[in-house]
C-alpha cells in the first residue's frame, strides 16, 4: 500500500481509518523539527485489530540539554542552548576546533536600593566545535536579543544579530571563510529581490551587509552585492515607512548566494505627515542654538552618515542605553531609554522633526542618511521649552531628517 498521511488535531491525537493489518513505520514531520535541526520523529508498529495505539513524541527539553550539554545541571527555565554545525566556506567541509562566540547585553544595577545606578553589561559564553564542526552554548538566556560569531585563526563571520525567542533550543549552523590566514580574502556574490506582503517589487530599498556595506533595490526590486566576504554574514533591509527585516546569508566560495525578504508597510507614521508648530524652516537654525547653549548632547549627519544604522548612532552618546526589543522576531527593533528622575531607567521621549510620538517604533522605518541631527536630553530640567511634555521622570530624544532642516 502507498504511504498515508494526516494531520494531528489540537490536542495531538491523529487517525488513520481503515488501515489493514501488518507492521507500519509511522514518521513525524513538525516545524518544531525544523527548527531544531532534527528530520523527525519515528515508530515502528504491528496493527491487528485497529485499535492499537502508536506514541509519536518530541524530545523535552532535558533530553535536549543533556544531548548537548552532557553533565551540566539544567537552567532555570529562562536559560536555554543554542547549538549548530561550522562549515569551510570554501568546500563546505565541517571546521573543527572553530570558536564559535555568543554575547548579549543585559541591564544591570551596580547601585543600591536607595540609589540605583542601572548600566548595561555584555556577557559573553563561547564553545568550540568539534571533530565534526558540532558546537553548543549551553545557558544561553531566553527573551533576549543576543550576537553570535564564528572564527578560526582569522577568519570569522560577520556579527549575526540573533533575535529573542521563546524557544530552549535554537539550531543556527554557521560558514566561517575557510582554514589558512589567506582564506580572510576569499569573496563570493549575493543577490535577491525584496518584495512587499502583496508580492509587489520594492525599489529603493536598502540593503546592508554586516552594517557596511550598501547597495539599493532597482525598479524589479532586486539587488546584487558582487564582492562579499566568505561565511555567514547578515543581511538588513529597511525602507522608509516598511518593518525591516534582518536575515542571515552563507556566502560560500564560488557559489552564488540568493535572498528574498519581504516588507511590512508600518501601521501608524501619521506623525510623519503631521506639521509641527512653529516654522520648520528654521529647524536647523534652531538646532545650532541649542547646539551652542549646551544642555544636551548633539550629533549631526558627519557622525551619524559614518554609522550603518540608526541603532549604531545611539551606542556611546551619554546617558542612553539601546535595548533591542524582546520577543520581536527581528533583531533590528529596539528602544531608547535614558536615566529615570526616579529610579532605573525609563523609555525617552522621542520628537520626530518636532513632533511628539506616540511610541518609538519609527525609529525602526529610517536609514543613518536621512537624518540630519540628533539631540539628547537625559534629564527633564535640561529639556528645552518647546519640548517639554508631561512626563515628569524622563529626558528627551530630538531627531531631524534632512528634509526638515532644508524646510
Avoid at 130 to 153: K, M, N
Avoid at 220 to 231: E, L, M, P
Avoid at 326 to 339: D, E, I, K, M, V
Amino acid at each position: 500500500e502507498r504511504s498515508r498521511s494526516t494531520t494531528s488535531d489540537a490536542k495531538g491525537k491523529f487517525v488513520f481509518d481503515t488501515l489493514p493489518p501488518g507492521t507500519y513505520t509511522f514518521a513525524m514531520q513538525h516545524a518544531v523539527f525544523d527548527s531544531l535541526g532534527l528530520s523527525g520523529a519515528t515508530a515502528r508498529a504491528t496493527v491487528t485489530d485497529g485499535k492499537g495505539v502508536v506514541t509519536l513524541s518530541l524530545p523535552s527539553f532535558a533530553t535536549m540539554w543533556r544531548a548537548l550539554c552532557g553533565t551540566v545541571p539544567l537552567p532555570s527555565k529562562d536559560s536555554g542552548v543554542v547549538y549548530g554545525t561550522v562549515r569551510d566556506a570554501r568546500k563546505g567541509a565541517p571546521m573543527p576546533e572553530a570558536t564559535v562566540e555568543l554575547s548579549w547585553l543585559d541591564l544591570v544595577n551596580t547601585g543600591t536600593k536607595l540609589s540605583a545606578n542601572v548600566t548595561q553589561r555584555r556577557w559573553k559564553n563561547e564553545a568550540q566545535s568539534d571533530a565534526r564542526g558540532d558546537y553548543a552554548i549551553c545557558g544561553v538566556p531566553t527573551e533576549t536579543q543576543s550576537r553570535l560569531r564564528a572564527s578560526y585563526l582569522k577568519n570569522a563571520t560577520g556579527m549575526l544579530d540573533l533575535p529573542s525567542s521563546i524557544e530552549r533550543v535554537r539550531r543556527h549552523d554557521l560558514v566561517v571563510p575557510g582554514i589558512a590566514a589567506s582564506d580572510t580574502t576569499l569573496r563570493g556574490t549575493i543577490s535577491g529581490t525584496v518584495s512587499d506582503d502583496n508580492a509587489k517589487p520594492l525599489a529603493g530599498v536598502r540593503v546592508i551587509l554586516d552594517e557596511a556595506t550598501e547597495v539599493r533595490t532597482g525598479p524589479d526590486g532586486r539587488f546584487a552585492i558582487a564582492s562579499a566576504a566568505a561565511g555567514s554574514r547578515q543581511l538588513d533591509f529597511a525602507a522608509v515607512g516598511m518593518t525591516p527585516v534582518s536575515m542571515i546569508v552563507d556566502v560560500m566560495v564560488n557559489q552564488p548566494a540568493f535572498a528574498t525578504a519581504t516588507l511590512r508597510t508600518v501601521s501608524n507614521l501619521e506623525a510623519m505627515r503631521v506639521t509641527a508648530t512653529g516654522s520648520m524652516r528654521r529647524a536647523a537654525q534652531q538646532f545650532m542654538e541649542r547646539r551652542k547653549i549646551g544642555f544636551g548632547s548633539f550629533v549631526d549627519s558627519t557622525t551619524i552618515g559614518s554609522r550603518g544604522t540608526v541603532a549604531g548612532v545611539f551606542y556611546g552618546m551619554p546617558g542612553v542605553t539601546v535595548q533591542r526589543q524582546p520577543g520581536s522576531s527581528n533583531a533590528r527593533l529596539f528602544a531608547l531609554y535614558l536615566p529615570s528622575t526616579g529610579t532605573g531607567q525609563c523609555a525617552a521621549t522621542l520628537f520626530f522633526d518636532g513632533v511628539l510620538q506616540q511610541d518609538q517604533e519609527i525609529l525602526s522605518t529610517i536609514s543613518p542618511d536621512e537624518i540630519a541631527g540628533i539631540e539628547v536630553y537625559q534629564q527633564r530640567l535640561t529639556v528645552p521649552t518647546e519640548f517639554l511634555n508631561k512626563n515628569p521622570l524622563c529626558g528627551v530624544v530630538v531627531m531631524w531628517t534632512k528634509r526638515a532642516f532644508r524646510g
